[in-house]
């Protein structure tokens, strides 16, 4: 596929930096085993928009800044990674921010207040409100409220954003060929909470490849067919990478965190030096151990795991039990 590429100075006059590094992990799990561990460290973008989240924002941004956008609207939950990507982006763009927040909070939570740090104007919605966000009547009023402002879905799952995933995939893609990793035994894992995020990287490679899904939701498996829709928007069949989505490592559920989670999440941290997130990355590290163990793998597989950013999350926790 052709996958745009970040052309606006305004956006690189950001200075955010995209070429992040390719560890290898010495991760015995892995080593037993003999596949090679990476990990991509797309937390390292910047580190209040990390990971994903400032994929899904680069072109939204971009598209705001062209139109001459009064500012940009968006959702999410008391504890989203995209509007506080969102609030620090905005800022640093000059762009006022408007973030529309799912409940109630008596207290704001570390990651609102942030938000309101960055000048991002909370405004809270109730379980009904929320429902209506997509009805004419709902933007229509938000549209008079705020005239001129650019409106993002929440997580910014738009196809704005897809296409930003695929620059993400794009980039992994030239930096494992840069590293002089075989296509062909190449392998990748990445959290998915709407699959957007494995869309886009699931675009960018060749069909000789393998780019895994772990969701971290419980329910009914209603990724497959989205994200399946995502990949035929942007590629033609069969010039994509394989793909698959494992539902099994959701631990109980969105933000559910046992003890299981808690302490893979710490061994791994310990043995390797890198931070992971509670919601996301550490649900891929214990399905990439669990799937190594079920032999999914084979000896002289390049698995690398994706580190999609989320570390500000970690204050929703309780890490220090
Ligand atoms: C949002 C998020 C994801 C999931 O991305 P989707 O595109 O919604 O699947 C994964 N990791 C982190 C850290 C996130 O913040």
Same mark, same amino acid.
């Given at each position: 596929?052709?996958?745009?590429?970040?052309?606006?100075?305004?956006?690189?006059?950001? /200075?955010?930096?995209?070429?992040?590094?390719?560890?290898?992990?010495?991760?015995?799990?892995?080593?037993?085993?003999?596949?090679?561990?990476?990990?991509?460290?797309?937390?390292?973008?910047?580190?209040?928009?990390?990971?994903?989240?400032?994929?899904? !924002?680069?072109?939204?941004?971009?598209?705001?800044?062209?139109?001459?956008?009064?500012?940009?609207?968006?959702? $999410?939950?008391?504890?989203?990674?995209? @509007?506080?990507?969102?609030?620090? !982006?905005?800022?640093?763009? $000059? /762009?006022?921010?408007?973030?529309?927040?799912?409940?109630?909070?008596?207290?704001?939570?570390?990651?609102?207040?942030?938000?309101?740090?960055?000048?991002?104007?909370?405004?809270?919605?109730?379980?009904?409100?929320?429902?209506?966000?997509?009805?004419?009547?709902?933007?229509?009023?938000?549209?008079?409220?705020?005239?001129?402002?650019?409106?993002?879905?929440?997580?910014?799952?738009?196809?704005?954003?897809?296409?930003?995933?695929?620059?993400?995939?794009?980039?992994?893609?030239?930096?494992?060929?840069?590293? $002089?990793?075989?296509?062909?035994? @190449?392998?990748?894992?990445?959290?998915?909470?709407?699959?957007?995020?494995?869309?886009?990287?699931?675009?960018?490679?060749?069909?000789?490849?393998?780019?895994?899904?772990?969701?971290? !939701?419980?329910?009914?498996?209603? /990724?497959?067919?989205?994200?399946?829709?995502?990949?035929?928007?942007?590629?033609?069949?069969?010039?994509?990478?394989?793909?698959?989505?494992?539902?099994?490592?959701?631990?109980?559920?969105?933000?559910?965190?046992?003890?299981?989670?808690?302490?893979?999440?710490?061994?791994?941290?310990?043995?390797? #030096?890198?931070? !992971?997130?509670?919601?996301?990355?550490?649900?891929?590290?214990?399905?990439?151990?669990? /799937?190594?163990?079920?032999?999914?793998?084979?000896?002289?597989?390049?698995?690398?795991?994706?580190?999609? #950013?989320?570390?500000? #999350?970690?204050? #929703?926790?309780?890490?220090?039990?």
């Amino acid at each position: 596929m052709n996958i745009p590429v970040f052309n606006s100075l305004k956006i690189d006059s950001l /200075l955010l930096k995209t070429h992040t590094p390719l560890q290898p992990l010495k991760w015995p799990v892995a080593q037993r085993a003999g596949v090679k561990c990476y990990i991509k460290r797309d937390d390292q973008i910047h580190p209040q928009c990390s990971g994903n989240k400032w994929y899904k !924002l680069a072109f939204n941004l971009e598209r705001a800044l062209d139109a001459g956008a009064a500012g940009i609207i968006s959702f $999410g939950g008391g504890y989203s990674n995209h @509007l506080h990507a969102l609030a620090h !982006l905005g800022r640093l763009a $000059g /762009l006022p921010t408007v973030g529309l927040v799912r409940g109630r909070y008596q207290h704001l939570t570390p990651t609102l207040e942030d938000c309101k740090t960055q000048g991002m104007t909370l405004e809270f919605l109730t379980k009904a409100q929320w429902k209506e966000r997509h009805l004419a009547n709902f933007t229509e009023n938000l549209q008079k409220k705020y005239p001129g402002f650019y409106v993002i879905p929440e997580g910014g799952d738009n196809h704005l954003g897809l296409l930003g995933c695929a620059a993400m995939g794009d980039s992994l893609l030239q930096c494992a060929t840069q590293a $002089g990793l075989e296509l062909a035994s @190449l392998k990748v894992l990445v959290a998915c909470g709407t699959g957007t995020t494995l869309a886009g990287l699931v675009s960018a490679f060749p069909a000789q490849c393998q780019i895994d899904g772990v969701s971290v !939701l419980k329910g009914p498996d209603t /990724l497959t067919e989205s994200v399946a829709k995502r990949v035929a928007s942007l590629t033609q069949p069969g010039d994509c990478s394989r793909w698959a989505i494992h539902t099994e490592y959701h631990c109980g559920g969105y933000a559910k965190f046992p003890q299981d989670l808690h302490a893979e999440m710490i061994s791994f941290e310990q043995c390797s #030096g890198v931070l !992971l997130d509670p919601v996301y990355t550490s649900k891929v590290v214990l399905a990439a151990r669990e /799937l190594i163990y079920a032999g999914y793998y084979n000896a002289g597989d390049s698995l690398i795991l994706m580190h999609t #950013g989320g570390l500000q #999350g970690r204050r #929703g926790f309780n890490l220090d039990e």
